[in-house]
């Protein structure tokens, strides 16, 4: 048992019944549970001041400027970006995305550019990039994955001509728990000076993201799948290439001056925040990395590696049963088939256990096209899971295959 | 506590298991495609439907849950040999009987075999797949 992890009890939704039965959360791919923490931390910004931010005089007004720009700077520090000028508070990765795909559209892409993206992507990699293609003449490529579901690397390289002005993948596939050589392929990417952006949403739970040491252009991740709240997310960039993009989004806060003739922008980074932002979601992030920093990363990895390895031990000896998506390194998530049971008929009779699995495409129907499935079973842990949930897993599994027998 | 193993009760487990109507028809007048791009169910549908507006014959294929399959299966078997308009009333019956608690539906013994989904709209999620082929299928009556 590793101390460092936190007590179940932090996360109060642990403690309710689902028919009968103590909750057990294998869907954390989807959201993370919250900790007390978070939850107070969102419960005392409304409580106390719940004032606007950047605009007014008075003390709470203050109070909740210097509460949001602190929650920025927590966000730098999570991501060790250099400057906080590189923290664009969005409304979660795929907002994060819309808003960069929107931006590079005004002018910073032209038609006969093309953007690489991975089989492995979720929808929200996929669909704005596809909007640019069909409205601004980009070419959209994929690089394809193997049978195990790894990337295909030597295709990949064979994909980056010159063309290719933005690479953007996963840095942990959210359908079948493939660990991306995300590394590699930033260097690879900036080898033929395309800039790359990284979807870190499944990531930032389970491994340390530097964007320094990754060197990466863009990166993107969502509160909600890191303990924090929903409806607040991160853009990352470069503040170089931050100054060259022109803003997505226009109206208050964003601009210096504003006549009916002209506007001058802001600065970063509020040239990308227009309107009154989610204050706060950003304190509950905030309040969520400050959670998330006092549990070492290799803690995590090494619990959730633990019970990775545990479910594919257990699961491979169901009759029926088999994986989608075996990759070189896996992380946090498992996903499977079994033979006669769909798994949405399997999902509601899990729920009569207590226990949630996601069963569907997982928002990535074009990785399912290339495992020739309509859906899978997907198991997806974090810290407050443990050994007992794949016991009660795989006994329910064999009480729904009877259902279906 | 409504427990989701109820919904599945035996009529519904031989009718995933054992569909009827299962396969292409070659002589139909009707080709429709039932989607449910969420949980990935896909099926096909065939309708022979004669100059008078009666449903001579019709069959299914695809893949899907034990629930849309079952219904799409027992939906067959209610509507072949009746005119559009009884199916599309059927529809509005079978509607109501999933959707609504307590629908006067759930207590018609006209609905026969289709009573098995009364209990469907205690669970949300799971509307969408009993009444997938169903909505498929009013879509091209309603325009006929």
Redesign the interface.
């Given at each position: 048992m590793n101390t460092t992890l936190p007590a179940k009890h932090v996360f109060p939704a642990l403690q309710q019944k689902i028919k009968g039965h103590n909750l057990i959360w294998l869907d954390s791919a989807s959201t993370t549970l919250k900790p007390q923490p978070v939850i107070d931390a969102v419960y005392q910004y409304y409580a106390q001041c719940s004032a606007n931010v950047h605009r007014s005089v008075h003390t709470p007004g203050e109070e909740a400027t210097a509460a949001y720009e602190g929650s920025r700077e927590t966000a730098r520090q999570f991501l060790h970006a250099k400057s906080t000028t590189e923290i664009i508070f969005t409304a979660g990765t795929t907002d994060g995305i819309n808003l960069l795909a929107t931006s590079l559209s005004r002018g910073m892409l032209q038609a006969g550019d093309a953007i690489l993206i991975t089989q492995l992507e979720h929808h929200a990699n996929i669909v704005p990039w596809q909007m640019l293609r069909d409205h601004h003449g980009i070419e959209l490529r994929v690089a394809p994955i193997s049978d195990k579901g790894d990337i295909d690397l030597e295709a990949f390289q064979a994909m980056l001509t010159p063309n290719v002005k933005l690479v953007a993948f996963s840095a942990l596939s959210n359908a079948i728990g493939t660990v991306l050589p995300i590394k590699e392929m930033i260097q690879m990417a900036h080898r033929i000076g395309a800039w790359t952006l990284i979807d870190a949403a499944q990531a930032v739970a389970t491994m340390p993201m530097d964007v320094q040491e990754l060197d990466c252009d863009f990166l993107v991740c969502s509160g909600h799948k890191m303990f924090g709240p929903t409806g607040i997310g991160i853009l990352y960039g470069r503040e170089t290439l931050l100054e060259k993009l022109p803003p997505a989004r226009t109206g208050g806060d964003m601009i210096k001056s504003v006549t009916f003739e002209k506007t001058t922008f802001n600065d970063l980074p509020a040239k990308f925040e227009a309107g009154t932002p989610n204050i706060a979601g950003a304190i509950g992030l905030a309040a969520a990395i400050n959670f998330l920093a006092t549990v070492p990363f290799h803690d995590i990895q090494k619990h959730e590696s633990a019970l990775v390895a545990s479910a594919q031990e257990k699961l491979a000896e169901i009759p029926g049963l088999r994986f989608i998506g075996t990759p070189r390194q896996q992380m946090a998530i498992v996903s499977f088939l079994i033979d006669n049971v769909h798994p949405h008929d399997a999902g509601s009779l899990f729920d009569d256990d207590g226990i949630a699995i996601r069963a569907g495409h997982h928002c990535a129907q074009p990785l399912m096209q290339h495992f020739q499935v309509p859906a899978t079973i997907r198991l997806s842990f974090s810290l407050y899971n443990e050994e007992n949930d794949i016991i009660k897993v795989v006994d329910s599994m064999k009480r729904i295959i009877e259902v279906f027998a | 506590?409504t427990?989701?193993?109820d919904?599945?009760q035996d009529i519904i487990?031989h009718h995933?298991?054992a569909p009827r109507h299962f396969g292409q028809l070659e002589q139909h007048s009707h080709h429709i495609k039932a989607d449910n791009?969420?949980?990935?169910?896909?099926y096909e549908l065939f309708l022979q439907i004669d100059d008078q507006g009666i449903i001579r014959n019709a069959t299914f294929q695809g893949?899907?849950?034990?629930?849309s399959k079952a219904s799409t299966s027992l939906m067959l078997d209610a509507i072949i040999g009746k005119s559009i308009q009884e199916a599309e009333e059927l529809f509005i019956h079978f509607q109501r009987l999933v959707k609504e608690p307590g629908s006067p539906e759930s207590q018609d013994e006209s609905m026969g075999k289709l009573a098995a989904f009364s209990g469907v709209w205690k669970?949300p999620?799971?509307v969408k797949?009993a009444i997938l082929s169903w909505h498929a299928m009013h879509d091209v009556l309603h325009h006929n």
């Amino acid at each position: 048992m590793n101390t460092t992890l936190p007590a179940k009890h932090v996360f109060p939704a642990l403690q309710q019944k689902i028919k009968g039965h103590n909750l057990i959360w294998l869907d954390s791919a989807s959201t993370t549970l919250k900790p007390q923490p978070v939850i107070d931390a969102v419960y005392q910004y409304y409580a106390q001041c719940s004032a606007n931010v950047h605009r007014s005089v008075h003390t709470p007004g203050e109070e909740a400027t210097a509460a949001y720009e602190g929650s920025r700077e927590t966000a730098r520090q999570f991501l060790h970006a250099k400057s906080t000028t590189e923290i664009i508070f969005t409304a979660g990765t795929t907002d994060g995305i819309n808003l960069l795909a929107t931006s590079l559209s005004r002018g910073m892409l032209q038609a006969g550019d093309a953007i690489l993206i991975t089989q492995l992507e979720h929808h929200a990699n996929i669909v704005p990039w596809q909007m640019l293609r069909d409205h601004h003449g980009i070419e959209l490529r994929v690089a394809p994955i193997s049978d195990k579901g790894d990337i295909d690397l030597e295709a990949f390289q064979a994909m980056l001509t010159p063309n290719v002005k933005l690479v953007a993948f996963s840095a942990l596939s959210n359908a079948i728990g493939t660990v991306l050589p995300i590394k590699e392929m930033i260097q690879m990417a900036h080898r033929i000076g395309a800039w790359t952006l990284i979807d870190a949403a499944q990531a930032v739970a389970t491994m340390p993201m530097d964007v320094q040491e990754l060197d990466c252009d863009f990166l993107v991740c969502s509160g909600h799948k890191m303990f924090g709240p929903t409806g607040i997310g991160i853009l990352y960039g470069r503040e170089t290439l931050l100054e060259k993009l022109p803003p997505a989004r226009t109206g208050g806060d964003m601009i210096k001056s504003v006549t009916f003739e002209k506007t001058t922008f802001n600065d970063l980074p509020a040239k990308f925040e227009a309107g009154t932002p989610n204050i706060a979601g950003a304190i509950g992030l905030a309040a969520a990395i400050n959670f998330l920093a006092t549990v070492p990363f290799h803690d995590i990895q090494k619990h959730e590696s633990a019970l990775v390895a545990s479910a594919q031990e257990k699961l491979a000896e169901i009759p029926g049963l088999r994986f989608i998506g075996t990759p070189r390194q896996q992380m946090a998530i498992v996903s499977f088939l079994i033979d006669n049971v769909h798994p949405h008929d399997a999902g509601s009779l899990f729920d009569d256990d207590g226990i949630a699995i996601r069963a569907g495409h997982h928002c990535a129907q074009p990785l399912m096209q290339h495992f020739q499935v309509p859906a899978t079973i997907r198991l997806s842990f974090s810290l407050y899971n443990e050994e007992n949930d794949i016991i009660k897993v795989v006994d329910s599994m064999k009480r729904i295959i009877e259902v279906f027998a | 506590m409504t427990q989701a193993a109820d919904l599945y009760q035996d009529i519904i487990l031989h009718h995933s298991r054992a569909p009827r109507h299962f396969g292409q028809l070659e002589q139909h007048s009707h080709h429709i495609k039932a989607d449910n791009p969420l949980c990935g169910d896909s099926y096909e549908l065939f309708l022979q439907i004669d100059d008078q507006g009666i449903i001579r014959n019709a069959t299914f294929q695809g893949a899907g849950c034990a629930i849309s399959k079952a219904s799409t299966s027992l939906m067959l078997d209610a509507i072949i040999g009746k005119s559009i308009q009884e199916a599309e009333e059927l529809f509005i019956h079978f509607q109501r009987l999933v959707k609504e608690p307590g629908s006067p539906e759930s207590q018609d013994e006209s609905m026969g075999k289709l009573a098995a989904f009364s209990g469907v709209w205690k669970f949300p999620s799971r509307v969408k797949c009993a009444i997938l082929s169903w909505h498929a299928m009013h879509d091209v009556l309603h325009h006929n």
